[in-house]
């Protein structure tokens, strides 16, 4: 049996490139998510069309001033949701959108499932793109524009994030990034979970849940997280990840266990999904994960 969905269309790419991630939410669309979850679709408009390839001069930021207001935007359709929310992304900066919703109702973690840190201070970045920075910005770290949207900064506290999966430590060290184990961020890496197991690990991930007593978490699934051998169709690729069936475990026993109030989906770029068996594959995770 499944939860009362809705779907919320932001196809938004200005924390990253014009790359075919824009058309993730009409792929998974496409694909039967909608019509296997039996949920409205309502869309968000983007602004992408304004997109500036060019770094702000204040921020180091690409296109800071229009992120704020595609995030006003955003928020405002989360916060109106009637049934639990899924947000089909764009990039992962769709997050300065949704965690200052959900700080203006209550007090929320954040379960990050990501290959990346997403940890960047924007002077470090070697792109500008808010999407390897998203992580750092909600949780108050980067330019005061993005981190204090209605004056909510931090929109997360460090210690209700959990992040799960992350396989870039070699590049975040090579390229001079913040180091989230050096936080209270609870990481729970691709090797951990490869030493431990699936089980193990979401074992210790309840445990520590358990102990923060907050109104409820937003469940965010960049489908990068995945493996590289099943799922290539992303911008920035490294080897290794987790399977479909592990990605759906992880984030079934999270949505059971717990008061989650929405999930976001982002970076999978269909253009590089030739037959676009990579999106039934991603559909089928998600309709797997919200089963109850």
């Given at each position: 049996m499944l939860r009362n969905v809705e779907i919320i269309s932001a196809p938004s790419i200005l924390g990253l490139r014009h790359t075919g991630v824009e058309y993730l939410a009409d792929s998974l669309l496409r694909a039967g998510l909608a019509k296997q979850l039996h949920a409205a679709v309502h869309h968000v408009p983007t602004l992408n069309a304004d997109y500036n390839p060019q770094r702000d001069p204040h921020t180091q930021c690409l296109n800071p001033l229009l992120l704020k207001d595609f995030s006003l935007t955003l928020g405002k359709a989360v916060s109106e949701a009637v049934h639990f929310p899924i947000?089909?992304?764009?990039?992962?900066?769709?997050?300065?959108?949704?965690?200052?919703a959900l700080?203006?109702?209550?007090?929320?973690?954040?379960?990050?499932?990501?290959?990346?840190?997403?940890?960047?201070?924007?002077?470090?970045?070697?792109?500008?793109?808010?999407?390897d920075m998203d992580l750092a910005i909600v949780t108050g770290r980067g330019p005061m524009l993005l981190t204090n949207i209605n004056g909510l900064r931090p929109y997360v506290k460090d210690e209700h994030v959990v992040h799960l999966g992350q396989r870039d430590q070699e590049e975040t060290e090579k390229y001079?990034?913040?180091?989230?184990?050096?936080?209270a961020i609870k990481c729970f890496s691709l090797t951990d979970i490869e030493r431990n197991g699936v089980d193990q690990i979401m074992t210790s991930v309840q445990q520590y849940i358990d102990t923060l007593k907050l109104d409820g978490y937003w469940l965010h699934f960049d489908t990068d997280v995945l493996s590289d051998d099943i799922n290539p169709a992303v911008d920035y690729r490294l080897p290794g990840g987790l399977s479909f069936e592990?990605?759906?475990?992880?984030?079934?026993?999270?949505?059971?266990a717990n008061d989650i109030a929405g999930m976001s989906v982002?970076?999978?770029?269909?253009?590089l999904d030739g037959d676009g068996s990579i999106a039934q594959g991603?559909?089928?995770c998600i309709v797997d994960c919200l089963s109850t």
């Amino acid at each position: 049996m499944l939860r009362n969905v809705e779907i919320i269309s932001a196809p938004s790419i200005l924390g990253l490139r014009h790359t075919g991630v824009e058309y993730l939410a009409d792929s998974l669309l496409r694909a039967g998510l909608a019509k296997q979850l039996h949920a409205a679709v309502h869309h968000v408009p983007t602004l992408n069309a304004d997109y500036n390839p060019q770094r702000d001069p204040h921020t180091q930021c690409l296109n800071p001033l229009l992120l704020k207001d595609f995030s006003l935007t955003l928020g405002k359709a989360v916060s109106e949701a009637v049934h639990f929310p899924i947000v089909l992304g764009g990039d992962c900066s769709i997050l300065l959108g949704i965690m200052p919703a959900l700080k203006a109702k209550g007090n929320y973690g954040l379960l990050f499932l990501d290959q990346h840190a997403d940890f960047y201070e924007p002077i470090k970045s070697t792109t500008g793109e808010v999407a390897d920075m998203d992580l750092a910005i909600v949780t108050g770290r980067g330019p005061m524009l993005l981190t204090n949207i209605n004056g909510l900064r931090p929109y997360v506290k460090d210690e209700h994030v959990v992040h799960l999966g992350q396989r870039d430590q070699e590049e975040t060290e090579k390229y001079g990034s913040q180091d989230i184990r050096e936080t209270a961020i609870k990481c729970f890496s691709l090797t951990d979970i490869e030493r431990n197991g699936v089980d193990q690990i979401m074992t210790s991930v309840q445990q520590y849940i358990d102990t923060l007593k907050l109104d409820g978490y937003w469940l965010h699934f960049d489908t990068d997280v995945l493996s590289d051998d099943i799922n290539p169709a992303v911008d920035y690729r490294l080897p290794g990840g987790l399977s479909f069936e592990q990605a759906a475990t992880i984030m079934r026993r999270l949505l059971h266990a717990n008061d989650i109030a929405g999930m976001s989906v982002t970076c999978f770029n269909p253009t590089l999904d030739g037959d676009g068996s990579i999106a039934q594959g991603i559909t089928a995770c998600i309709v797997d994960c919200l089963s109850t």
